[in-house]
């Protein structure tokens, strides 16, 4: 008797071990956890439909990279997952963690709906390995109450390089520590990516076409590192920057302590929560240049890591998420962020308003960080270069050049 | 095995499957780490690994910061320590209150909540130390406390004092209560100040106390990581990384495994050196 129940539950247990083996696993990084009922939501629709059971797990952006990293290269991981478009995409593909999607995608009808420029983040050796789900461009974020206050026109913020620097000196008073433009300084992915609106702006580039090289150290990248780091030292229209990023800046600016620094749309419902009274008092626009129009993209795709099992339905999921109806719905109850699709971009009503108008005005300006290996190493270098400038320690002219030689020799391994 | 009595063997007989597992799984990731320390990211044979460290100069750099973190976070922390513990010492009413309040309490909050709550403290648009130094009238203008290399390493030392000075403390006060008051009483006859009965008395039947702590808080600090990564992230510029914090960069987030790896077995080396020079110096007292 004792030994037949025992096995009765013996098979109980492998039922249930292989009932769960046949559940989509899901990854959701860098998606704050309040998004969670919009996920049930979405998915459970996904497992009426179809039948198929999903596992979403839902990480915070601070943890998730380590979580996935660890996962992936012990064997182990999901069966679909998030990745930052900022070359995660490539660098796992490097390592074969990744499976191959160009014939899923060819064999899908919604590629000519995503932005073109978003596919060289999902490319490697010519391949594509991941799905680009949702998007954003960087632009200039700015308090409208602060511009009213310091006498400027609230609609009218600045586009070149000159009127950031007039309005930013009219915004700032160092004594009352208020300031007219917030320098991303941190050693942090912040600062990189500030850097490259700048040097896109002043019509530079960061690495050779083929990214076998540095192409920062020209008289275009040397110009815009002594403006970047001019912000800060010599105008004096930031908050200590090596102290604080972008992030920081949005807190400060929810309470009329910086006026301009820069941000997307994912800043819009943050910066509601940190002050509900900024709604309507705040705004974005094509972020100041030198010569050129820049912005950079950032982004999640899905991915499917090849230790999967369960590959087919992780990509019948992919393609349910990235479908026309399950982004308009997703846009119907969040409001953002911004779809890779172009046809939801054009369609959601929420879409309409005048803040996402300029972020798709901006986004054809937008270029992607090297989708290369390396360039989590290459990245610390441009933010040591301007740490170095920021605390004294080189002038632009030296760091520029170290950060060149250094950029070459991590490209060169 | 002949020594062990019948209740010893059967219990030595249920614990040996975990122990077994524990030893094995130790020997593995030792093992898996020297493995991957000599090797490539093809899996070949190099020493190259080991090369880079010494030619990194990042890796000097690390390793004079991690003296001067160490030396300061360690020093404080065994002096505050001992003022601490002498205080609570003379106090016998209300002893478990305050002991637990004073020393308990920071060594108890996580090393993530201690990291971001300082950083706030230090923060110099908002934080509380400067408005407390400036209404003080201490200073007069907000200190940007982790805006310069040398600043934001006095920082998270002054951080790191406040969160490890408990440990000591505790060890500390358990050794002193163990020194006998006749000790001190016949000193006090034969008409020893204060002062001379610290230094002739407590110091010297500290001493084993004071060595053990010495080690224990210097190899923790060594490897102790949170504080520092959630307060700098090891900047501003290199000013703040230690080799642990390096180590944690190449691997998680440029992807160099092995170099990590080799870089921490030479850290382990270097620990293991140091625990080696004070238990021996230990031994010898001991011996004494």
Redesign the interface.
């Known amino acids: 008797m004792r030994r037949s129940s025992l096995l009765v539950l013996l098979m109980l247990v492998v039922l249930a071990i292989a009932g769960v083996s046949q559940t989509i696993n899901i990854w959701i990084g860098g998606q704050v956890a309040e998004l969670d009922e919009t996920w049930d939501m979405i998915i459970g629709k996904f497992e009426k439909e179809t039948g198929q059971k999903v596992e979403v797990q839902l990480f915070g952006f601070d943890i998730y990279y380590d979580k996935l990293l660890t996962a992936l290269q012990a064997g182990q991981g999901p069966d679909l997952a998030f990745a930052d478009l900022g070359g995660w995409v490539p660098t796992f593909a490097e390592k074969g963690w990744l499976e191959p999607m160009g014939a899923l995608l060819d064999s899908w009808d919604g590629v000519e709906q995503i932005w073109p420029n978003l596919w060289p983040t999902v490319i490697y050796n010519g391949e594509r390995y991941g799905l680009p789900w949702y998007t954003d461009c960087r632009l200039l974020l700015y308090n409208q109450t602060m511009f009213d206050s310091a006498g400027l026109d609230r609609n009218d913020p600045p586009e070149t390089w000159e009127e950031l620097v007039y309005q930013a000196t009219k915004l700032t008073d160092a004594s009352k520590r208020v300031y007219g433009y917030g320098v991303s300084g941190t050693k942090t992915e912040h600062t990189s990516l500030a850097f490259i609106i700048f040097l896109y702006g002043a019509g530079g580039q960061l690495l050779t076409d083929d990214y076998s090289a540095a192409a920062f150290n020209t008289p275009e990248g040397l110009r815009a590192l002594k403006f970047y780091t001019d912000l800060a030292l010599t105008y004096g229209v930031s908050p200590n920057a090596v102290t604080y990023n972008e992030d920081d800046y949005r807190n400060m600016m929810a309470q009329n302590r910086v006026a301009m620094a820069i941000g997307g749309p994912w800043s819009f419902p943050l910066i509601e929560t940190a002050n509900p009274a900024i709604v309507n008092n705040y705004t974005v626009s094509l972020h100041p240049y030198g010569s050129t129009p820049a912005s950079v993209l950032g982004g999640w795709a899905l991915v499917i890591p090849s230790v999967s099992k369960n590959k087919e339905n992780a990509w019948e999921l992919a393609k349910y998420l990235t479908s026309f109806e399950t982004w308009m719905t997703w846009i119907e109850a969040k409001g953002g962020p911004m779809p890779t699709r172009k046809d939801v971009c054009y369609a959601a009503p929420v879409l309409q308003d005048s803040k996402w108008q300029v972020i798709f005005e901006t986004f054809p300006f937008a270029v992607s960080r090297p989708p290369i290996p390396q360039y989590p190493q290459v990245s610390e270098q441009i933010q040591i270069m301007i740490q170095n400038v920021l605390l004294g320690n080189a002038t632009p002219e030296e760091a520029i050049k170290t950060a060149e030689a250094n950029v070459n020799a991590i490209l060169a391994k | 095995m002949s020594t062990l009595n019948r209740e010893e063997k059967s219990a030595l007989k249920m614990v040996l499957p975990y122990v077994i597992l524990t030893v094995l799984l130790f020997v593995f990731l030792l093992g898996s780490n020297l493995f991957n320390s000599f090797t490539d990211k093809n899996g070949n044979w190099t020493l190259q690994n080991y090369i880079d460290n010494f030619t990194d100069p990042v890796v000097g750099r690390t390793l004079l910061n991690t003296i001067v973190w160490v030396v300061g976070s360690v020093s404080g922390q065994l002096l505050l320590g001992l003022f601490v513990a002498l205080l609570l010492n003379e106090s016998t009413k209300g002893q478990i209150i305050f002991r637990s309040i004073i020393l308990i309490l920071p060594w108890a909050v996580l090393d993530i909540v201690a990291g971001v709550m300082w950083k706030w403290m230090y923060?110099?648009?908002y934080g509380v130390l400067n408005d407390v130094l400036v209404k003080m009238h201490i200073i007069r203008d907000?200190i940007?406390w982790?805006?310069?290399?040398n600043m934001a390493m006095l920082s998270v030392i002054i951080a790191n004092i406040w969160k490890g000075f408990c440990l000591s403390g505790m060890f500390f006060l358990a050794g002193l209560q163990t020194i006998p008051i006749d000790l001190y009483e016949a000193a006090e006859i034969d008409g020893a100040n204060s002062f001379k009965r610290f230094w002739t008395i407590t110091v010297p039947q500290l001493k084993p106390v004071i060595m053990t702590t010495l080690m224990l808080t210097t190899i923790w600090t060594i490897n102790y990581f949170p504080l520092i990564y959630t307060m700098?992230?090891?900047?501003?510029?290199?000013g703040t990384e230690t080799i642990v914090t390096y180590i944690y960069k190449l691997g998680?987030?440029?992807?160099e495994?092995n170099r990590s790896a080799s870089l921490s077995n030479v850290l382990f080396v270097i620990i293991f050196f140091i625990a080696f020079l004070f238990l021996r110096s230990i031994a010898k007292e001991e011996a004494r």
């Not at chain 2, 700098?232 to 290199?238: A, D, L, R």
């Not at chain 2, 998680?252 to 992807?255: D, H, Y």
Request: proline share 10%.
């Open positions: 923060n110099d648009m907000y940007p982790l805006a310069t290399e700098t992230g090891g900047g501003p510029g290199y998680f987030k440029f992807m495994f």
